[in-house]
């Protein structure tokens, strides 16, 4: 047992790594200048870097470890890649955001609980057990909880992260009396076993399946799915915009990751002859699809139709990152392995172009001090590049080329069309040309709008590299995509199969 303890670390070394950290980073409050963001800044970055080391060293890896609580394999290595990617780029908005000048004497505890809400999100990805997937998803939500209302003296963070809290524990609570539904019909908390448990067919089938809403309703609220996005708008309103964007990108695609592997591995009949052909086949009685592509319907629709009547950006990219969940869950609904490489493809732009969007709108609030959208007008003349970025950025968002966002709205239509989900590829182009509408309203006030003020609006060198370093991906990989395509076929292709 100690052996197979001891080799099993082995495969946690990224994980540990950022473990370290977070105690270096907390520490850096004891031996620097408490005001300093600079320190627990650069502390955290090389921790992040240094479990990027680890995790490209597990390139090919294939391993349960803890006794099946966890895996290390390509569908993980995938999300984490993406979790690093966003850790990187949140610590370097951080070092530019004027908000959080007003915390500066708790930097190290900011940039601790990144890499705290990172490690969670790690464990997200790769549990393979019911309790592991609870713990490293409270891990993760009590971590936003705590960044959301990080400005403490800004009313609407403590309101934010009061809601926030209230939300996370009915949807955790929930989540748990699922989890124990389970255990009580299959005794089994691994995800592997369970499906064995299941296949046999000695459960009653309707108590399964409300384990599984319940399972659905922690899982959804972590991604913002509607009906449980309430916290989403005020949270994302009153949290700091790096923390916004954080959770925006990293507790989504966890939370993606913990339901695409939950289902797959624990729900879905490997015996059936079309799934060694990249089609899954479901146990009978347990038409879990139908509600995910009604929860896909709803999401996308409120997200968007709610979106249209939003005045201040931060409000308006919530809702857009609801109907974005919804757009990544019509992949889901295929039961195809083309369907979730298209979702891993999506996630890759949504990175690129939400992080993007909030980026600028930082920028912006750092020289004006607002996030309303009147308060953008006449921005191509006066700051031209800022303008053209988010441009960019919003049109990627819609999925107009050429833009990264283009094809990966692509790869999820193409995957409905194939398996004949015709109406719900409808559904989902019609809520894009909706959605195209209040992020155009964005753009015309910026280029088709009279400014107040003439003076032009310069930025540093830094933030202009930063934002090329955006842009310029999300219209490259629209003209060649096949190497990240390529690699989310690759993690999804043999995922789940043992």
């Known amino acids: 047992m100690a052996q197979t303890i001891y ?3 082995g495969y946690l070394l990224p994980e540990t790594m950022l473990s370290i950290f977070f105690i270096l980073t907390l520490m850096t409050a004891l031996v620097g200048k408490r005001r300093s963001k600079y320190l627990p ?5 090389l921790g992040i870097v240094l479990a990027g080391i680890f995790v490209f060293r597990q390139i090919g890896v294939d391993e349960l470890v803890f006794s099946g609580m966890y895996a290390v394999d390509p569908f993980s290595w995938f999300f984490k890649v993406i979790f690093l990617a966003t850790g990187i780029l949140i610590i370097l908005f951080s070092l530019q955001s004027r908000e959080l000048d007003a915390v500066a004497t708790k930097y190290p505890e900011y940039f601790s609980l990144i890499l705290a809400l990172t490690i969670g999100a790690f464990f997200m990805a790769g549990s393979s057990n019911l ?49 124990s539904l389970i255990y009580g019909m299959t005794g089994e908390t691994n995800l592997y076993a369970m499906n064995q448990a299941i296949a046999v067919g000695n459960i009653p089938r309707i108590t399964m399946l409300i384990a599984v809403i319940l399972m659905l309703v922690g899982l959804g609220y972590k991604i913002s799915a509607v009906p449980f996005h309430f916290w989403t708008p005020d949270v994302y309103e009153g949290a700091p915009i790096t923390v916004t964007a954080f959770l925006s990108v990293t507790s989504k695609a966890a939370g993606f990751a913990m339901l695409m592997r939950f289902f797959k591995i624990g729900f ?44 201040n950006m931060k409000r308006l990219l919530a809702y857009s990152s609801i109907a974005h969940a919804g757009y990544i869950l019509m992949g889901f609904v295929t039961l195809t392995n083309q369907g979730m490489s298209a979702m891993l493809l999506y996630f890759v732009a949504y990175l690129l172009m939400n992080l993007g969007a909030f980026y600028v709108v930082m920028l912006i609030a750092n020289k004006y001090h607002t996030e309303n959208i009147e308060d953008y007008r006449g921005l191509g003349y006066r700051s031209p590049y800022a303008a053209f970025a988010l441009t960019v950025f919003l049109f990627s ?24 989900y015709i109406w719900l590829a409808i559904v989902g182009v019609i809520n894009s040309v909706v959605s195209l509408y209040y992020y155009a309203k964005v753009v015309r006030n910026m280029y088709l709008v009279e400014p107040i003020e003439k003076s ?27 190497p990240v395509l390529s690699w989310a076929q690759y993690s999804v292709t043999m995922f789940g199969l043992r």
């Open 268 to 311: 879905i009949d490997l015996t059936a002859a079309p799934a060694m052909a990249g089609m899954w086949g479901i146990f009978k009685g347990l038409n879990w699809t139908d509600i995910i592509a009604v929860l896909s319907v709803l999401t996308m629709s409120v997200g968007n139709l709610v979106a249209l009547w939003q005045s």
């Open 41 to 45: 800044a650069y502390m955290a970055l």
């Open 7 to 9: 080799e099993s670390f």
């Open 397 to 420: 968002l819609t999925g107009i080329p050429p833009t990264f966002g283009f094809i990966g709205k692509f790869y999820l239509f193409s995957a409905l069309i194939s398996t004949h």
């Open 131 to 179: 309790l592991m997937m609870y713990l490293s998803l409270e891990l993760v939500s009590i971590s936003s909880y705590i960044l959301s209302g990080f400005t403490k003296e800004n009313a609407r963070a403590d309101e934010a992260s009061l809601k926030y809290v209230i939300y996370g524990a009915f949807s955790s609570g929930l989540m748990l009396y699922g989890i």
């Open 456 to 482: 032009r609006i310069e930025f540093d060198f830094g933030s202009n590299l930063l934002m090329t370093l955006l842009v310029v991906p999300n219209i490259a990989l629209m003209l060649y995509f096949t």
